[in-house]
């Protein structure tokens, strides 16, 4: 019998979403625009499409994104320019750091131009994450516009276990082939993100960390979460860092690894080995929260601001954006958003919070 999942559609909670909130004066940004809990505003990632070629049953099960799912229409989608334009004043207000993804980030038709677009502006870090299908071929290009890292998300070696998480069949020797073009291509240090859920593909941490403990790319494990409504999450899944960080320290000693800035959100561990190369990440959002280092914002598909992973309101830029608004004014309504940010979904989770209505990460960009 067909397995009926429950969704929650973004689009529709959004138009649910309360009204602009009031920003007092008119203000010049100062790069130092602080939330309610004084969590400033550093990091943007930008979702170019909800659209992906995987079908990865934690993220996007076939099931519920299958052949007739409602994918936003192109002009729904913000343009270069309006990412661009939106960018600007995301910066203008402190954002330092710029992440592309979706969705499958790759997907989006001359992305480069848009990198090559996003790297005009001075002094931002621009990143990107993947899956990695399409990397070997855009590695190169991308370099070339601007881009300064990429990270992979990559959740097993064992072929039968990656092919049967991404459900579309997809060989893991093609993503291997992508990771190493982008290394070739000077994306580096290149980060692979692995998504650990208990009984599907724990058995794959060991060898993953063993392929890639002396490569020069940063494996990072991460907790399994409660995103959107698809995935069917429970506590019983989610298998602990501290639980990765024992199993791969019996085989390669570790010890734990300064932050290499302040909120840093992986917990770095170094392999103790003669060699000294080498080191692990953990992404503990769900046992370890860090919403009180999060200085995170997220910029959907199709313009809508969230300001937590786990937020049901979107703030809707786009409508200001082609409904004629200065950039002063945006800058404006950003800083009003910002400032009442109270977000800390991961430090309150619980069993009942995970029925709390969500959007899912394809719309709102993993
Ligand atoms: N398509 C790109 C990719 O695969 O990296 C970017 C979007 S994807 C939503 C971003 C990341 O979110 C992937 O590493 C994916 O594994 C992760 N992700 C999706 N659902 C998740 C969940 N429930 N818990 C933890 N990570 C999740």
Same mark, same amino acid.
Request: glycine share 8%.
């Given at each position: 019998?067909?397995? #009926?999942?429950?969704?929650?559609?973004?689009?529709?909670?959004?138009?649910?979403?309360?009204?602009? +909130?009031?920003?007092?004066?008119?203000?010049? $940004?100062?790069?130092?625009? !602080?939330?309610?809990?004084?969590?400033?505003?550093?990091?943007?990632?930008?979702?170019?499409?909800?659209?992906?070629?995987?079908?990865?049953?934690?993220?996007? +099960?076939?099931?519920? /994104?299958?052949?007739?799912? $409602?994918?936003?229409?192109?002009?729904?989608?913000?343009?270069?320019?309006?990412?661009?334009?939106?960018?600007?004043? /995301?910066?203008?207000?402190?954002?330092? &750091?710029?992440?592309?993804?979706?969705?499958?980030?790759?997907?989006?038709?001359?992305?480069?131009?848009?990198?090559?677009?996003?790297?005009?502006?001075?002094?931002?870090?621009?990143?990107?994450?993947?899956?990695?299908?399409?990397?070997?071929?855009?590695?190169? !290009?991308? &370099?070339?516009?601007?881009?300064?890292?990429?990270?992979?998300?990559?959740?097993?070696?064992?072929?039968?276990?990656?092919?049967?998480?991404?459900?579309?069949? /997809?060989?893991?020797?093609?993503?291997?082939?992508?990771?190493?073009?982008?290394? !070739?291509?000077?994306?580096?240090?290149?980060?692979?993100?692995?998504?650990?859920?208990?009984?599907?593909?724990?058995?794959? #941490?060991?060898?993953?960390?063993?392929? /890639?403990?002396?490569?020069?790319?940063?494996?990072?494990?991460?907790?399994?979460?409660?995103?959107?409504?698809?995935?069917?999450?429970?506590?019983?899944?989610?298998? +602990?860092?501290?639980?990765?960080?024992?199993?791969?320290?019996?085989?390669? +000693?570790?010890? $734990?690894?300064? !932050?290499?800035? $302040?909120?840093?959100?992986?917990?770095?561990?170094?392999?103790?080995?003669?060699?000294?190369?080498?080191?692990?990440?953990?992404?503990?959002?769900?046992?370890?929260?860090?919403?009180?280092?999060?200085?995170?914002?997220?910029?959907?598909?199709?313009? &809508?601001?969230?300001?937590?992973?786990?937020?049901?309101?979107?703030?809707?830029?786009?409508?200001?954006?082609?409904?004629?608004?200065?950039?002063?004014?945006?800058?404006?309504?950003?800083?009003?958003?910002?400032?009442?940010?109270?977000?800390?979904?991961?430090?309150?989770?619980?069993?009942?919070? &995970?029925?709390?209505?969500?959007?899912?990460?394809?719309?709102?960009?993993?």
């Amino acid at each position: 019998m067909a397995r #009926i999942i429950p969704l929650t559609d973004a689009r529709m909670l959004v138009a649910a979403a309360p009204a602009a +909130p009031r920003a007092a004066a008119p203000f010049m $940004p100062t790069g130092e625009l !602080a939330d309610s809990r004084g969590r400033f505003l550093r990091d943007l990632r930008i979702s170019v499409t909800d659209r992906c070629n995987f079908r990865c049953v934690y993220c996007m +099960p076939k099931e519920v /994104f299958g052949r007739d799912y $409602p994918f936003l229409p192109h002009a729904e989608l913000l343009t270069f320019e309006e990412i661009v334009r939106l960018a600007r004043i /995301f910066k203008a207000h402190g954002v330092e &750091k710029i992440r592309l993804t979706g969705g499958e980030p790759l997907l989006r038709k001359n992305l480069e131009r848009l990198v090559a677009m996003l790297a005009e502006i001075d002094g931002l870090d621009l990143t990107l994450t993947t899956n990695g299908a399409l990397l070997a071929k855009k590695a190169r !290009a991308l &370099k070339d516009a601007g881009l300064n890292r990429v990270t992979v998300s990559l959740d097993a070696l064992d072929d039968g276990v990656f092919r049967a998480m991404n459900d579309v069949d /997809f060989p893991v020797s093609r993503v291997l082939d992508g990771i190493e073009a982008a290394a !070739a291509a000077g994306l580096q240090p290149v980060k692979v993100n692995m998504v650990v859920k208990r009984g599907v593909n724990d058995s794959e #941490i060991l060898p993953m960390a063993r392929h /890639f403990r002396s490569s020069g790319h940063i494996l990072r494990f991460i907790e399994y979460m409660d995103v959107g409504h698809t995935n069917g999450w429970r506590m019983d899944d989610v298998v +602990p860092s501290a639980e990765v960080i024992r199993m791969i320290g019996r085989e390669f +000693p570790l010890e $734990p690894a300064d !932050a290499n800035y $302040p909120g840093e959100v992986a917990g770095r561990w170094r392999y103790l080995d003669s060699s000294g190369a080498g080191e692990i990440g953990v992404i503990s959002s769900v046992t370890q929260a860090f919403c009180s280092n999060c200085t995170r914002a997220r910029l959907a598909t199709d313009g &809508k601001l969230y300001t937590c992973l786990f937020a049901t309101q979107g703030y809707d830029l786009r409508a200001l954006l082609r409904g004629g608004s200065t950039d002063d004014a945006i800058a404006n309504y950003l800083a009003a958003v910002w400032s009442q940010r109270g977000d800390r979904y991961s430090e309150i989770r619980s069993e009942r919070t &995970k029925a709390l209505p969500k959007v899912e990460m394809s719309y709102i960009g993993g």
